[in-house]
């Protein structure tokens, strides 16, 4: 469709709803991208999404605690092994019980976890599809000795 004159069409109007409130008092058109827009960027001005991150990063770091959910099932079955010292899989019974109850029980639940995985790839038949399958004995040998020494 030609434009009025028959020139090319009109770039079609994209207003902007959710704009910085730099680009407001400037009465110019905010492209509403994070963390600062092009605008302040181009005149080297604070952008007010800049505050807004910030606010989002605090939150995130008020928790140091890593996000490892578990059904209830697992996490008693981590506890009690911190606790005994007995490995929930039988391939972890080469260890020696004393290590299990040095750990704490995020590093358990993250040894659980990939443990877990690999045995359910090796079941599978998917071992060689990740070196975690293939090379976890080893790694838990080298953490574990280091643990102990």
């Not at 434009?3 to 109007?13: A, V």
């Not at 090379?135 to 020494?149: E, Q, V």
Request: net charge positive; charged share 20%.
């Amino acid at each position: 469709m030609a434009g009025p004159g028959g020139g090319p069409p009109r770039k079609s109007h994209t207003k902007s709803r959710f704009g910085c409130k730099t680009c407001k008092r400037r009465h110019i058109r905010c492209d509403e991208t994070f963390p600062q827009c092009r605008n302040c960027t181009k005149h080297n001005c604070r952008c007010d999404y800049m505050d807004v991150a910030t606010v989002h990063d605090d939150a995130s770091s008020m928790r140091n605690v890593p996000d490892l959910l578990m059904s209830a099932e697992i996490e008693m079955e981590i506890k009690n092994w911190q606790f005994t010292g007995v490995a929930p899989f039988a391939e972890l019974l080469q260890f020696p019980r004393t290590c299990w109850t040095k750990l704490s029980l995020t590093d358990l639940r993250l040894i659980h976890h990939i443990v877990g995985l690999s045995i359910d790839l090796q079941r599978r038949g998917l071992a060689s599809c990740t070196i975690w399958a293939q090379k976890m004995p080893t790694f838990l040998a080298i953490a574990i000795a280091n643990i102990l020494s």
